[in-house]
DNA sequence: CCAAAAACCAAGCAAGCGCTAGATTTAATA
DNA sequence: TATTAAATCTAGCGCTTGCTTGGTTTTTGG
């Protein structure tokens, strides 16, 4: 048994318990679904994580880097702040939709993680929300948005995160067609 | 032991168990926590509901049932498009964040409901919802807001919605702030 | 003031929970 | 092929869970 091991293993079965984690929730599935839905006994889990709540961390950890890394790469090379916030806004609600199971378990169970847990993804909920603070606050700056900038940035994370409850993958709108939408609302088109 | 029991009593239990639901989550509270708090035995609590998901369905009807008639209210008398967004979007901030562990829990719980539980509820979030998209219509039959308008209203219910992940109660901004930015954001002050 | 109903308690059951320990199999390395 | 390490299984422990049962206290209404 090691500790914060990043095997290809492990992570697979990460992916599975976001799986699970994301449509009964944390707390109603227990270790042994989890073992069942991974081809393994339920003793063998532990061999992996040191105890459940690690692979909820896990599970958080993961989506979180992945949609700093394609925010930031969003960010790249993008001077316009117009353009900047409509490329983040896209960023932010492709991650969100195509690693959903992840980022609901993030919007959702985080209540669930021991305060040590916490620690290190508070930091980088807070990277990620610095960077659409400084995203706004440009647009502020030029002139395209009024108002209150940190309250802007929850609206608009409010209105984006909320996808995830209704947004239907199998529908007409794309992640992007929903960034415009949003651009446009806001008088960003 | 009776079924659906409106009795006072009933109404006080409900909301103890609106506030320990919402401080840690329906499934990590134990029926043993709620009867602690309420100040009688574990098994006393079987006779004012069922089960303990019958609890929990209570507090999400009496959260959805205040914001329904909060919403009404608010509505009542007043013609103009752009001043009933206004009033409801006040009126949904108030309840929310007034009767904060009842939408709270509404939120993030309504997963561990069982299918016939959930039939009631989702006919009270529709009814809301609908609510909703008629002002927003209105809105934009007179020229007020522009673009999808399914959307604008799932954007703007979530922008408001994430309001109880960050509003401080003991802060400077009061709910009516709030729905002002709201209004001026999407260009409706 | 007394009977009926409502609210509550004491005790505990059966099932399921997270997790452990030790043995065994599979895979990597030299 | 021999040695080691990683991954898995078997079996179950100790505890907590939601809930039940049968009896007691409190409240209510005529």
């Given at each position: 048994m090691t500790l914060t091991n990043n095997s290809k293993r492990r992570k697979e079965l990460v992916s599975i318990a976001a799986r699970l984690f994301c449509e009964q929730g944390y707390e109603r599935t227990t270790v042994r679904m989890l073992a069942d839905a991974m081809g393994?006994?339920?003793?063998?889990l532990f061999h992996h994580f040191n105890d459940k709540q690690e692979i909820l961390c896990a599970v958080i950890q993961d989506g979180m880097e992945s949609a700093l890394e394609i925010a930031d790469q969003a960010l790249e090379?993008?001077?316009?702040p117009k353009r900047r916030f409509m490329a983040l806004a896209k960023a932010h609600l492709s991650t969100l939709l195509n690693d959903r199971n992840a980022h609901v378990v993030a919007l959702y169970e985080?209540?669930?993680?021991t305060d040590s847990s916490l620690g290190v993804l508070i930091d980088m909920r807070d990277r990620y929300e610095q960077l659409w603070q400084q995203v706004i606050d440009d647009c502020a700056a030029v002139g395209l948005l009024h108002g209150d900038q940190p309250l802007i940035r929850r609206f608009a994370l409010g209105a984006l995160n909320w996808?995830?409850?209704?947004?239907?993958?199998?529908?007409?709108?794309?992640p992007d067609d929903l960034a415009q939408a949003l651009g446009e609302l806001i008088g960003l088109s």
């Amino acid at each position: 048994m090691t500790l914060t091991n990043n095997s290809k293993r492990r992570k697979e079965l990460v992916s599975i318990a976001a799986r699970l984690f994301c449509e009964q929730g944390y707390e109603r599935t227990t270790v042994r679904m989890l073992a069942d839905a991974m081809g393994i006994k339920s003793g063998s889990l532990f061999h992996h994580f040191n105890d459940k709540q690690e692979i909820l961390c896990a599970v958080i950890q993961d989506g979180m880097e992945s949609a700093l890394e394609i925010a930031d790469q969003a960010l790249e090379g993008e001077a316009d702040p117009k353009r900047r916030f409509m490329a983040l806004a896209k960023a932010h609600l492709s991650t969100l939709l195509n690693d959903r199971n992840a980022h609901v378990v993030a919007l959702y169970e985080w209540r669930s993680l021991t305060d040590s847990s916490l620690g290190v993804l508070i930091d980088m909920r807070d990277r990620y929300e610095q960077l659409w603070q400084q995203v706004i606050d440009d647009c502020a700056a030029v002139g395209l948005l009024h108002g209150d900038q940190p309250l802007i940035r929850r609206f608009a994370l409010g209105a984006l995160n909320w996808t995830v409850q209704w947004y239907d993958a199998g529908g007409e709108k794309t992640p992007d067609d929903l960034a415009q939408a949003l651009g446009e609302l806001i008088g960003l088109s």
